[in-house]
Nanobody, 124 residues
Framework: DVQLQASGGGLVQAGGSLRLSCEGS????????IGWFRQAPGSEREGVSR????????YYADSVKGRFTISSDNAKNTVYLQMNSLKPEDTAVYYC?????????????????WGQGTLVTVSS
């Protein structure tokens, strides 16, 4: 079974940095997309970034572009989200998710497998 384990959340002051990790296991194909999503209290889950295993292509939401960087270590089935210049509005539970394939999407409904989430709190 596919499992995704997100980690690296915590409390940080505005302007600080965190690196989230998403370790996957049980994958049955080398072609997949892993995305990072976040959900703040009272808000819908939104896509933050994604990376494709096939060509390394990436996508960033406008709200994080230039501050967050997604990367992957395919040998370890692990994806990282480096978050710099954090803002209080980045506070949310961050989830990683995966689907088999290579098309470009950051829609929640397109992702089939989800990790448990890790809380990021940015204080002002």
């Amino acid at each position: 079974d596919v499992q995704l384990q997100a980690s690296g959340g915590g409390l940080v002051q505005a302007g600080g940095s965190l690196r989230l990790s998403c370790e996957g296991s049980g994958f049955t194909s080398d072609e997949y997309v892993i995305g990072w999503f976040r959900q703040a209290p009272g808000s819908e889950r939104e896509g933050v970034s994604r990376i494709s295993s096939s060509d390394g292509s990436t996508y960033y939401a406008d709200s994080v572009k230039g501050r967050f960087t997604i990367s992957s270590d395919n040998a370890k089935n692990t994806v990282y989200l480096q978050m710099n210049s954090l803002k209080p509005e980045d506070t949310a539970v961050y989830y990683c998710a995966m689907f088999y394939g290579s098309w470009s999407t950051i829609e929640v409904a397109d992702y089939d497998y989800w990790g448990q989430g890790t809380l990021v709190t940015v204080s002002s």
